[in-house]
């Protein structure tokens, strides 16, 4: 029988000490968990499109260095908070200093303060769908503590960017955990860039943990280069009336992966999930969603769309669970994708499983490549065949980008569809 290929133990090394006691402590003792994790084969369920993408050479388990240059370049309409290689930097970054608002670095934590974020991290996780935050458990080196007391309004969005500098193989462990106050509100933006041509992990964390009536958007940016495996997970707990509203914009490389878990406890939480993908060449990208309505009364609205070009793959599993509980749940799930070549796969799977018998729930999913008789129509009318790609590959995405609620972002994911439209489509 063929054994079941397991985590190297060259990622089991002890990363950089320069956390508070009490994150080492955990750390340490997340790391011991890992002796033998197996890896995702494709008889595992949820990586089963992408474990053959998984390439996790020994050099590659080393922490890659950061950089104190980072960020200085970056110009953002809003707060600014910069990580390189998963190390915060201080003389980079452009935070706020307001009442009832608290940000900083792990890494800067008095003990008190990291004992208590020690008992919170990794709780808003299920970890058997989301392997991969258990290794960001037992090696991040810093990670960014986000509190917003009661009442408290961040009056601009805060920019989460994180570079990685691949020169050499390596790996970096980003981490973020968002404690939201009752009817606190802010935006977060993630972005992920990189630079380098080294092979390169970037696997990353954060955690959004909201109480009664608190009201957060984040948007999350993946723009990292082709060199760059990236694993991700967003993990939500939402209470008591509380809103929550992301924005996933995902361009492919030789492996993506998000998880993005969210769990409805409160009455009358409220959560609206967006994504779109696009995917080239031989890139792929998978993202993995799951929202567990645990209270009555709660609403879930989710729309992925993905776009998939040459001989890429993108999936999409989205998953609804409506507890016994949570009677007069109100959800809807909705996945489009097009495929602009033969050589192009997507996969799609959304689940609905439901325990209540007072409900409103659908979803559904669709596949298809762009209408001729549209592109026919365009063209009859002297709009150039290739113009005419653009415009319906555009509007089929363009709904979801527009919603993004940040101008800056909006742009930044223009431009990138329009290089990804660029190369895509040849003037015909």
Not at 342 to 351: F, M
Request: aromatic share 6%; proline share 4%.
């Amino acid at each position: 029988m063929k054994s079941v290929p397991t985590l190297s133990s060259a990622f089991l090394h002890p990363a950089g000490q320069s956390l508070p006691e009490p994150l080492l402590a955990l750390r340490k003792q997340r790391a011991s968990a890992l002796v033998d994790m197996p890896l995702p084969t494709r008889k595992t369920e949820n990586w089963k499109y992408s474990s053959k993408y998984l390439k996790l050479a020994d050099d590659m388990a080393i922490s890659l260095p950061a950089e104190g240059k980072g960020g200085n370049s970056l110009a953002v309409p809003g707060y600014k908070v910069v990580f390189n290689n998963g190390v915060m930097i201080p003389e980079a970054s452009e935070y706020p200093d307001l009442n009832g608002i608290i940000i900083q670095s792990f890494s800067d934590m008095d003990e008190d303060d990291a004992k208590a974020v020690s008992l919170q991290l990794g709780c808003t996780l299920d970890h058997d769908q989301a392997q991969f935050a258990r290794v960001n458990g037992a090696r991040f080196e810093d990670g960014l503590l986000i509190r917003l007391k009661p009442g408290a309004v961040l009056d601009q969005p805060l920019f989460v960017i994180h570079e990685t500098t691949a020169d050499a193989s390596g790996s970096a462990y980003p981490r973020i955990y968002v404690e939201a106050g009752a009817n606190s509100q802010m935006t977060l933006v993630e972005e992920y860039i990189s630079s380098g041509d080294a092979s390169a992990l970037v696997n990353t964390v954060t955690e959004f943990n909201l109480a009664d009536g608190a009201n957060i958007t984040s948007i999350r940016l993946n723009m990292e280069g082709e060199n760059v495996q990236h694993i991700g997970a967003t993990g939500v707990l939402q209470q008591r009336s509380s809103r929550f509203e992301s924005h996933c914009v995902g361009f492919g490389g030789p492996l993506r992966r998000h998880d993005l878990q969210v769990r409805l406890e409160g009455e009358g939480a409220e959560t609206k999930l967006n994504g779109v993908v696009v995917t080239q060449g031989k890139q792929h990208y998978d993202n993995h969603t799951s929202i567990d309505h645990v209270a009555a009364h709660c609403n879930s609205e989710e729309t992925y769309r993905n776009i998939a070009a040459d001989q890429s793959h993108a999936i999409f599993n989205g998953r609804i669970h409506i507890h016994q509980d949570a009677q007069k749940s109100n959800a809807d799930m909705n996945n489009k994708n097009l495929l602009l070549s033969n050589g192009a796969e997507i996969d799609t799977k959304p689940e609905l499983e439901i325990y209540a018998d007072d409900v409103k729930c659908a979803h559904g999913a669709t596949i298809g490549q762009l209408d001729e008789t549209s592109v026919f129509y365009l063209v009859s009318r002297g709009i150039g065949r290739r113009q005419a790609n653009v415009l319906l590959t555009m509007a089929f995405i363009n709904e979801l980008v527009q919603q993004i609620p940040v101008e800056a972002v909006r742009e930044t994911a223009q431009a990138r569809l329009n290089d990804f439209f660029e190369q895509t489509f040849q003037e015909a």
